[in-house]
């Protein structure tokens, strides 16, 4: 079973900050790296699915790099705004279907 | 497009009762996936049903059981439950291998 470890558990940047987290996961085997922001009371959201090293995704103000030589990844969220407060997921796959999760870093943004 | 949706939201159980959770994938999705977060821990891989075959089980003891049905709809279910068992259920469908669509989740609490 692949460990997949995130960094910081938490944060609290204020709003306008830039800041980043990082997923590690084993580099042998790799297949997947996928992101997910999960907001209180509602389901995950995917953000990105990354596949290539060196890979580089960008939705709006969020941003993921992917390193599966060294088995990282890195999420950078640009000028952070109250409404990206959420838990941020990283997930690489064992198997198939099957993913295996970090525990998140939790973000809270204020104003 | 409907999401995934999950039924019920909530369930209150005691010791020693058994549950069944419900989950209806995105239309189209034959495969579902199970995965459980308990305080402290990320989401764990449960298993992941494809075409009414469990493809992928995870490490859970076989009090955790689950099935699909013809029109890809899944259920869970635990039997003897225990306080360990508290936790919140997601499903997720997927149409791709690199994909995964989660639903909101039912909050099982075993008193």
């Known amino acids: 079973i692949l460990n997949v470890e995130q960094s910081p558990q938490s944060l609290h940047v204020q709003e306008g900050d830039s800041t980043n987290f990082t997923c590690s996961f084993p ?17 995950p959201e995917a953000l990105f699915v990354m596949t290539l ?4 995704k960008k939705k709006g103000r969020i941003s993921a790099t ?10 950078y969220i640009k000028g952070s705004q109250p409404e990206d407060s959420a838990t941020y997921l990283c997930a690489s796959p064992n198997s198939g ?5 970090g525990k998140g870093t939790s973000l809270l943004v204020t104003p | 497009k409907a999401g995934v949706t999950q039924t019920p939201r909530y369930l209150i159980k005691t010791r020693g009762q058994q549950v069944t959770l419900s989950c209806s994938p995105i ?7 199970w995965y459980q977060q308990t305080p402290g821990q990320g989401l764990q891989f449960l298993f992941e049903y494809f075409s009414e075959t469990q493809r992928n089980k995870g490490n859970f003891p076989g009090r955790f059981s689950g099935r699909q049905f013809s ?22 469908s997927s149409l791709l291998v690199n994909e995964q669509f989660f639903g909101p989740g039912t909050r099982l609490t075993v008193l």
Request: glycine share 6%; proline share 0%.
């Open chain 2, 27 to 33: 239309s189209g999705h034959r495969s579902v996936s």
């Open chain 1, 53 to 56: 090293n060196g890979d580089e």
């Open chain 1, 97 to 101: 279907y099957a993913l295996n999760f």
């Open chain 2, 71 to 92: 029109n890809s709809r899944s259920e869970m279910n635990v039997s003897t439950l225990e306080l360990g068992d508290s936790a919140l259920y997601l499903c997720a």
């Open chain 1, 66 to 75: 992917l390193n599966t030589k060294e088995g990282y990844s890195y999420l």
């Open chain 1, 27 to 43: 580099s042998s085997n790799f297949y997947a790296l996928h992101w997910y922001r999960w907001e209180t009371a509602k389901s």
